[in-house]
Nanobody
Framework: QVQLVESGGGLVQAGGSLRLSCAASGRTFSNYAMGWFRQAPGKDREFVAVISTSGGSTTYADSVKGRFTISRDNAKNTVYLFMNSLKPEDTAVYFC????????????????WGQGTQVTVSS
């Protein structure tokens, strides 16, 4: 089991960039597929991106494809989400998620969740 702590959220103008980080505790981080979900006010939680244990495979939601990049550094127990060309509709609380050996775009498949970090994009 790992504990996940997100950081890097904030307020940015449309067209700007942010980098989210998720630091994981524990010694088995490299066994975890990691992902990002987000939830905007009044909306359901939605998938953003996922990365495999080795980092060799990634999947993105259509809404962020080409603008966001997920990566991981297993030596640092950290997963990142690089967000470029941000839009007001990207405003949400972003959650880091993880699970052992499961590569999924479904929220219900992840048993480890961070507390979330707010991203606000102004127009």
């Amino acid at each position: 089991q790992v504990q996940l702590v997100e950081s890097g959220g904030g307020l940015v103008q449309a067209g700007g960039s942010l980098r989210l980080s998720c630091a994981a505790s524990g010694r088995t981080f490299s066994n975890y597929a990691m992902g990002w979900f987000r939830q905007a006010p009044g909306k359901d939680r939605e998938f953003v991106a996922v990365i495999s244990t080795s980092g060799g495979s990634t999947t993105y939601a259509d809404s962020v494809k080409g603008r966001f990049t997920i990566s991981r550094d297993n030596a640092k127990n950290t997963v990142y989400l690089f967000m470029n060309s941000l839009k007001p509709e990207d405003t949400a609380v972003y959650f880091c998620v993880g699970n052992t050996w499961i590569y999924s775009t479904r929220a219900r498949d992840y048993n480890q969740w961070g507390q979330g970090t707010q991203v606000t994009v102004s127009s």
